[in-house]
């Protein structure tokens, strides 16, 4: 995409590698002002129906609520078993100190509880990387929603300066990504879900 947009997340997977300085993305270009046209014309739509509006922001809210409560389960339960693992090397050591442990035996139990621990810290990394990606909307954000709304609804043209575009769009967590193969511009968030096909 020429121009650059904070909401704009390529959806190739190639471009995982895009810190690859060996690597070219092969994802074509999108104009910024095309892409920019699109989303606000898609954002626009959805805020000047209020209904529509409420339903999907309450909608996804319960949704993410619903992955978070999972997800937090989940993590508490790992964050439980590192606690239990890391009282295993307490009880190896007591043991070493004593002398009813030799130093080789002690260090191989101690390097595989260890491991244990650091796969463990692993997936509840992704899972903390997953409760980020699963916000629920606070009442704080829910207000200014409401005023954006009511503010800006009636002058939602292209004139809206970019600064309180670009704040709006943070307010709704829009991304949009752009496949050339396609042709295809998604575009999700709070209030909008939608894959349009773009010429430009």
């Known amino acids: 995409m020429s121009g650059s947009a904070g909401y704009y997340k390529c959806q190739l997977k ?5 810190n690859d300085p060996a690597h070219n993305c092969d994802n074509g ?4 002002e095309a892409a920019d046209e699109a989303v606000w014309s898609t954002v626009r739509d959805a805020m000047l129906d209020e209904n ?5 922001v309450n909608r996804r809210s319960e949704e993410a609520l619903k992955v978070r409560e999972a997800l937090e389960t989940s993590l508490t339960a790992m ?7 890391q009282d295993k090397i307490g009880r190896l050591l007591d043991l070493y100190a004593a002398g009813d442990l030799d130093r080789e035996t002690y260090l191989a139990k101690c390097k595989t509880i ?7 810290s692993v997936q509840a990394q992704d899972l903390e ?11 704080d954000q829910e ?3 409401r005023i954006f709304q009511r503010e800006i609804s009636s002058r939602m043209t292209g004139d809206v300066p970019m600064a ?3 704040k709006l769009l943070d307010l709704l967590r829009v991304e949009a990504s752009w496949d050339s193969r396609t042709k295809q511009l998604s575009i999700t968030g709070l209030v909008v879900d939608a894959v349009l096909s773009v010429s430009r």
């Open 14 to 18: 190639s471009c995982e590698r895009r």
């Open 29 to 32: 270009y999108m104009w910024y």
């Open 52 to 56: 529509r509006l409420w339903v999907a």
């Open 79 to 85: 964050q439980l078993r590192i606690q239990r693992e």
């Open 114 to 120: 260890e491991d244990g621990i650091t796969s463990i």
């Open 129 to 139: 990387k997953r409760l980020a990606e699963n916000p629920v909307i606070l009442p």
């Open 143 to 145: 207000e200014a929603l």
């Open 164 to 166: 309180e575009k670009r």
